[in-house]
């Protein structure tokens, strides 16, 4: 298993670079009112199955796999438990720490 767990500094360093898949797994219709710049939203109960076929997608618009991939939720626990299962299938995965929340400097419970 290969996954990490990283702060909201580091993610705003991703933020800075090319190559970063940041992936929204909150519903929606939270993603709809506000999200983490340049995230995409994917439903989590099926990101496991439809992961390689948004690595590919992400290949076809940037002519290459990404470099960083990184999920979060609102509060970090949704995107811990999926990262853990990506990183089984052998995907190099980040989960942002604290989630949304955190990234809005919100105190997570």
Known sequence: MNYQVISE?????????????????????????????????????????????????????????????VLYCDSGHISLITARDLAVRGYPVMSLNGGFHRWHGQTVS
């Open 9 to 69: 500094k580091t993610l705003s360093r991703y933020l800075e670079m090319p190559g970063l898949l940041l992936v929204d797994l909150r519903s929606r219709e939270d993603y709809g009112k506000n999200h983490i710049p340049g995230a995409i939203w994917q439903d989590w109960e099926h990101i496991v199955d439809e992961f390689s076929g948004l690595l590919a997608g992400f290949e076809t618009n940037h002519g290459t796999l990404p470099a960083h991939i």
